[in-house]
T-cell receptor
Framework: GESVGLHLPTLSVQEGDNSIINCAYSNSASDYFIWYKQESGKGPQFIIDIRSNMDKRQGQRVTVLLNKTVKHLSLQIAATQPGDSAVYFCAENSGGSNYKLTFGKGTLLTVNP | NAGVTQTPKFRILKIGQSMTLQCAQDMNHNYMYWYRQDPGMGLKLIYYSVGAGITDKGEVPNGYNVSRSTTEDFPLRLELAAPSQTSVYFC??????????FGPGTRLTVL
């Protein structure tokens, strides 16, 4: 079936480096994508979203890139800090009256001081 | 605003017991959701609601029931708890069919 998945289950970076977390999706009808951050023992926290009519969106230290041609989504974190250590999930909404999000399994980001 | 709140934080049940996981939101969101998250896995949708009095099944509804009598509250009922229901349960809400905001979760163990 169609699903959202991640290329890398774990990512380890040095403090101050930039991080890139990738996500592949297979549902070409998806028109809205969200990145969530989940720290240990907590609920997912919204980071940034993007709609399919955009290919880039920037937030505070984060950028999401959407490549609809290859059905690929990425989250870039600039100047990664120890507080960024968490599991990052991408999620997609296939649009229309479908309120449901499909989540990937997540990537564990570890920031080394 | 408190956002989305969930109680209890932790619970241990014996096989066959029942319980209700509470979820409340104070953002006047129309849509509410229940997910379960198994270790190392993503979130799976159990039930969702698009407004008071309206609920529908998600991906993994078996063994659970919900009700939505008010906009604020969306309790999840487990009847006849089974070990397979050991998981972390998250409630979420959204204003529209877009960004969902999550509660802190309830960690449930069934022994």
């Amino acid at each position: 079936g169609e699903s959202v998945g991640l290329h890398l289950p774990t990512l380890s970076v040095q403090e101050g480096d930039n991080s890139i977390i990738n996500c592949a999706y297979s549902n070409s009808a998806s028109d809205y994508f969200i990145w969530y951050k989940q720290e240990s023992g907590k609920g997912p926290q919204f980071i940034i979203d993007i709609r399919s009519n955009m290919d880039k969106r920037q937030g505070q230290r984060v950028t999401v890139l959407l490549n609809k041609t290859v059905k690929h989504l990425s989250l870039q974190i600039a100047a990664t800090q120890p507080g960024d250590s968490a599991v990052y999930f991408c999620a997609e909404n296939s649009g229309g009256s479908n309120y449901k999000l499909t989540f990937g399994k997540g990537t564990l980001l570890t920031v080394n001081p | 605003n408190a956002g989305v709140t969930q109680t209890p934080k932790f619970r241990i049940l014996k096989i066959g017991q029942s319980m209700t996981l509470q979820c409340a939101q104070d953002m006047n969101h129309n849509y509410m959701y229940w997910y379960r998250q198994d270790p190392g896995m993503g979130l799976k949708l159990i039930y969702y609601s698009v407004g008071a009095g309206i609920t529908d099944k998600g991906e993994v509804p078996n063994g659970y029931n919900v009700s939505r009598s008010t906009t604020e509250d969306f309790p999840l009922r487990l009847e006849l708890a089974a070990p397979s229901q050991t998981s972390v349960y998250f409630c979420a809400s959204s204003l529209r069919a877009d960004t969902q905001y999550f509660g802190p979760g309830t960690r449930l163990t069934v022994l």
